[in-house]
């Protein structure tokens, strides 16, 4: 099983940016923490961040993957275009936010591209990574034994 772990505009800046929102981790601790988990869990993964919308449309409409773990950053509260893509992937799509999106500037409580996804997870910081891991590992391995016994 394959999953694409996809971060969105100025993740790549996690620890410069405001540690009381997103902790001390670097980006470049958070991509070994979430490769280690992957291995950890029997997955194959790829991690890919852009500053840019339509280089993160590409990656997804370029994929052969199963499941989808995706912190689309402020994209998340107004990219259509990136909600009509992740719509056009038909695996596992779950949404990740290292902060708690509910509890800051009110144009943050909206997610465009919640409808689209399996799933959200908000305000664990690092750990929404791994538990999306997690499930995505853990729900496609439940489908993989359903397919199997029938």
């Known amino acids: 099983m394959k999953i694409l772990i996809l971060n969105g505009p100025n993740l790549n800046m996690l620890g410069m940016r405001e540690k009381s929102l997103y902790g001390s981790f670097t980006y470049s601790e958070l991509s070994e923490a979430i490769e280690r988990k992957c291995l ?4 194959s993964s790829e ?3 852009s500053n840019h919308e339509g ?3 590409e990656r997804i409409h370029n ?3 199963d499941a989808i773990v995706i912190n689309a950053g402020a994209l998340t509260h ?3 275009s990136l909600r009509d893509a992740l719509e056009l992937f ?3 799509k779950i949404e990740v936010h290292i902060s708690n ?3 800051r500037e009110e144009f943050r409580s909206k997610s465009v591209i919640s409808p689209v996804c ?3 997870i908000a305000g664990l910081g690092l750990n929404g990574y791994l538990l999306a891991i997690e499930y995505a590992v853990s729900h496609l391995k439940s489908l993989t034994d359903r397919e199997a016994t029938e």
């Open 90 to 92: 038909r695996g596992i």
């Open 40 to 43: 950890e869990s029997g997955a």
């Open 63 to 65: 994929i052969d993957y």
């Open 78 to 80: 107004y990219s259509y």
């Open 118 to 120: 399996s799933g959200t």
């Open 47 to 49: 991690l890919f961040q």
């Open 55 to 57: 280089d993160l449309i």
């Open 101 to 103: 999106i509910f509890a």
